[in-house]
């Protein structure tokens, strides 16, 4: 079993289920956890088994301590076990059991972390899903990378993952988009447009398009009425949006396998569309009525209403609130495409829907735990995960607006300066709720305080170690077996140790839905590759090469070549390249 944390959880567990209390009693075991000790001197692993069962047994915790012990001291991989505080029970492991799990990284090559968690299960991860107005701005960048990293994650883990982008393109922005596009037509007819009015969006994205049409249509879209004209320009302007999307988000490393228009649930097909027929559905489960809101709390919401309207009864199901369907004036409100959206998704046997959102759309979370009910039953979860602001700085000064984009900075701007990987990595070194400052001077320099640059030397240093060994000894095997049982070092130990955390963090950054454990992980094994380097500096009989001992190298190597898969292998959840050299 490659999860160690796991392996020792279920040996604990039988142990406890072999007893004659339990046979005769039974009892829950699923709070019993395996953790690492908060102090790494007091053990490899601990359990809190004895705290668990305290509660069932009327037992003092330390009393079922001193016999689990007795038990784990019939371990052959046990050298200690020591009680700890009220009950804990720390677990001292034997070399040899290291030693060992090295050669299991090794055998499992890049399978090595991932495991069944996911056990197939149909996930879809919505994320991006910026109004098809213009550039992606640096907003957008970090719901994409935690999306995109998330995706990553969950395939990793066992999952059967879409990626889905949802395109707002059926609201009244579109039409602002297209006015604005029209403007710029006619200013690429030769017509002094002066300046932008108000509530158009003015951003020089626009020219080339504008452009465009000049050149494919001439004078003749100036020449017909708005009601002609619109619909054309509506068309045009969201096919070259959702194309500059596309390549913004292909610059970033960033993929979807669906891209779901919000226009087909307005569709009629026949004498219904597909918003009508889930209003359908929830009205067939008695949550649709009609009736009246009273004003929400704080920032009124643009589709409330002080009339009778078509309501959904989302209190019956989780809501705080009761959540308009129709308007008074017939139109459909943003959450009957929601309620569509979410039974299309459903439809396509997706028992679990992630949303990854801006921290503004905090008021969705609710609404859509409670339409997930509804539409399942029960049987399907919406989890929104919100990405807080992202607030750019250049040596610690904030960076001005775009010209471009006539508002913001764009994604494009941050990622041809710094990178991909420095743009991907940064983004996931927060957890997606806290506000995060990203300073271009940071993260270009190169220095242990710049996250991206100190994993990614990492993963250079481990190849620049076997190229040395290969050119110092050339009649070595690289290749060959190895005798990790050599490995005797406590800083060697350290290290494998350290990687057998792996299996156990993806496993847990893929429950909580939290990829960013994996940016920190491997900034944590990172640090303890460079430690363990930097101690051979001092003491020679340390280092990975040694000419006059040809086992002791090809296990030192063993040790190298683990540590740069599982960093390789966390870089490629974090969507970022693990060099082999870096100047």
């Given at each position: 079993?490659?999860?160690?944390?796991?392996?020792?959880?279920?040996?604990?567990?039988?142990?406890?289920?072999?007893?004659?209390?339990?046979?005769?009693n039974?009892?829950?075991?699923?709070?019993?956890?395996?953790?690492?000790?908060?102090?790494?001197?007091?053990?490899?692993?601990?359990?809190?088994a004895?705290?668990?069962?305290?509660?069932?047994?009327?037992?003092?915790?330390?009393?079922?301590?001193?016999?689990?012990?007795?038990?784990?001291?019939?371990?052959?991989?046990?050298?200690?076990?020591?009680?700890?505080g009220?009950?804990?029970?720390?677990?001292?492991?034997?070399?040899?059991?290291?030693?060992n799990?090295?050669?299991?990284?090794?055998?499992?090559?890049?399978?090595?972390?991932?495991?069944?968690?996911?056990?197939?299960?149909?996930?879809?991860?919505?994320?991006?899903?910026?109004?098809?107005?213009?550039?992606?701005?640096?907003?957008?960048?970090?719901?994409?990378?935690?999306?995109?990293?998330?995706?990553?994650?969950?395939?990793?883990?066992?999952?059967?993952?879409?990626?889905?982008y949802?395109?707002?393109?059926?609201?009244?922005?579109?039409?602002?988009?297209?006015?604005?596009?029209?403007?710029?037509?006619?200013?690429?007819?030769?017509?002094?447009?002066?300046?932008?009015?108000?509530?158009?969006?003015?951003?020089?994205?626009?020219?080339?398009?504008?452009?465009?049409?000049a050149?494919?249509?001439?004078?003749?879209?100036?020449?017909?009425?708005?009601?002609?004209?619109?619909?054309?320009?509506?068309?045009?302007?969201?096919?070259?949006?959702?194309?500059?999307?596309?390549?913004?988000?292909?610059?970033?490393?960033?993929?979807?396998?669906v891209?779901?228009?919000?226009r087909?649930?307005?569709?009629?097909?026949?004498?219904?569309?597909?918003?009508?027929?889930?209003?359908?559905?929830?009205?067939?489960?008695?949550?649709?009525?009609?009736?009246?809101?009273?004003?929400?709390?704080?920032?009124?919401?643009?589709?409330?209403?002080?009339?009778?309207?078509?309501?959904?009864?989302?209190?019956?199901?989780?809501?705080?609130?009761?959540?308009?369907?129709?308007?008074?004036?017939?139109?459909?409100?943003?959450?009957?495409?929601?309620?569509?959206?979410?039974?299309?998704?459903?439809?396509?046997?997706?028992?679990?829907?992630?949303?990854?959102?801006?921290?503004?759309?905090?008021?969705?979370?609710?609404?859509?735990?409670?339409?997930?009910?509804?539409?399942?039953?029960?049987?399907?979860?919406?989890?929104?995960?919100?990405?807080?602001?992202?607030?750019?700085?250049?040596?610690?000064?904030?960076?001005?607006?775009?010209?471009?984009?006539?508002?913001?900075?764009?994604?494009?701007?941050?990622?041809?300066?710094?990178g991909?990987?420095?743009?991907?990595?940064?983004?996931?070194?927060?957890?997606?709720?806290?506000?995060?400052?990203?300073d271009?001077?940071?993260?270009?320099?190169?220095?242990?305080?710049?996250?991206?640059?100190?994993?990614?030397?990492?993963?250079?240093?481990?190849?620049?170690?076997?190229?040395?060994?290969?050119?110092?000894?050339?009649?070595?095997?690289?290749?060959?077996?190895?005798?990790t049982?050599?490995?005797?070092?406590?800083?060697?130990?350290?290290?494998?140790r350290?990687?057998?955390?792996?299996?156990?963090i993806?496993d847990?950054?893929?429950?909580?839905?939290e990829?960013?454990?994996?940016?920190?992980?491997?900034?944590?094994?990172?640090?303890?590759?460079?430690?363990?380097?930097?101690?051979?500096?001092?003491?020679?009989?340390?280092?990975?090469?040694?000419?006059?001992n040809?086992?002791?190298?090809?296990?030192?190597?063993?040790?190298?070549?683990?540590?740069?898969?599982?960093?390789?292998?966390?870089?490629?959840?974090?969507?970022?390249?693990?060099?082999?050299?870096?100047?």
């Amino acid at each position: 079993m490659a999860n160690v944390f796991t392996m020792f959880e279920h040996r604990i567990k039988k142990i406890i289920e072999d007893s004659e209390i339990y046979q005769e009693n039974g009892f829950d075991l699923s709070r019993v956890s395996i953790e690492s000790p908060r102090d790494k001197a007091h053990g490899d692993l601990a359990t809190n088994a004895a705290m668990v069962l305290a509660k069932p047994l009327k037992q003092n915790p330390s009393a079922i301590a001193e016999k689990l012990v007795l038990a784990l001291d019939d371990d052959p991989d046990v050298v200690s076990a020591d009680i700890a505080g009220p009950g804990f029970i720390n677990l001292r492991l034997t070399e040899a059991f290291w030693t060992n799990h090295l050669d299991h990284i090794l055998s499992q090559g890049d399978a090595y972390g991932g495991d069944a968690t996911g056990q197939g299960a149909k996930v879809n991860v919505e994320y991006v899903s910026a109004n098809p107005t213009g550039p992606m701005h640096v907003g957008h960048c970090r719901g994409a990378v935690v999306g995109d990293a998330l995706a990553n994650l969950l395939e990793f883990a066992g999952f059967d993952v879409t990626r889905e982008y949802y395109i707002n393109d059926a609201g009244g922005q579109i039409e602002v988009l297209a006015r604005s596009v029209f403007l710029r037509y006619r200013e690429a007819l030769g017509e002094d447009i002066g300046s932008i009015p108000e509530g158009l969006y003015p951003g020089d994205y626009l020219i080339p398009l504008g452009q465009e049409l000049a050149q494919k249509h001439g004078a003749a879209l100036a020449e017909m009425d708005e009601s002609a004209w619109l619909p054309l320009i509506k068309e045009a302007s969201i096919d070259a949006m959702m194309d500059l999307i596309r390549t913004d988000l292909a610059a970033l490393g960033v993929r979807h396998e669906v891209f779901f228009s919000e226009r087909d649930l307005h569709h009629q097909t026949g004498d219904s569309s597909a918003i009508s027929k889930a209003i359908s559905t929830l009205e067939e489960k008695g949550l649709v009525y009609r009736g009246t809101l009273p004003p929400p709390k704080g920032a009124v919401p643009e589709d409330w209403e002080d009339r009778e309207q078509l309501l959904f009864r989302s209190t019956d199901v989780g809501d705080d609130m009761d959540r308009a369907l129709m308007k008074s004036n017939g139109d459909f409100t943003y959450f009957a495409a929601d309620v569509a959206y979410f039974k299309d998704k459903f439809d396509r046997q997706f028992t679990e829907m992630i949303f990854v959102l801006g921290a503004d759309h905090g008021g969705y979370v609710k609404r859509m735990e409670a339409l997930a009910k509804a539409i399942s039953g029960g049987s399907a979860r919406a989890t929104i995960r919100l990405c807080q602001l992202v607030k750019l700085f250049r040596d610690g000064e904030p960076i001005k607006m775009s010209k471009r984009s006539g508002e913001f900075v764009t994604l494009r701007e941050v990622v041809d300066e710094v990178g991909r990987d420095a743009v991907r990595f940064m983004m996931l070194y927060r957890k997606n709720d806290a506000p995060l400052d990203f300073d271009f001077a940071k993260v270009t320099e190169q220095s242990k305080d710049n996250p991206v640059f100190y994993v990614q030397y990492a993963h250079a240093r481990c190849h620049s170690v076997l190229r040395q060994a290969a050119a110092d000894m050339p009649d070595l095997d690289l290749d060959a077996a190895a005798d990790t049982g050599l490995l005797v070092d406590g800083g060697e130990l350290d290290l494998v140790r350290k990687m057998a955390e792996f299996p156990r963090i993806v496993d847990s950054a893929a429950r909580t839905h939290e990829p960013h454990r994996i940016a920190f992980y491997l900034y944590e094994l990172s640090s303890q590759l460079h430690a363990h380097w930097n101690r051979g500096r001092d003491k020679p009989g340390l280092r990975f090469i040694h000419q006059e001992n040809a086992k002791l190298t090809l296990a030192r190597l063993a040790l190298v070549k683990a540590v740069s898969r599982v960093i390789a292998k966390g870089l490629a959840i974090v969507g970022a390249d693990a060099p082999v050299e870096m100047r």
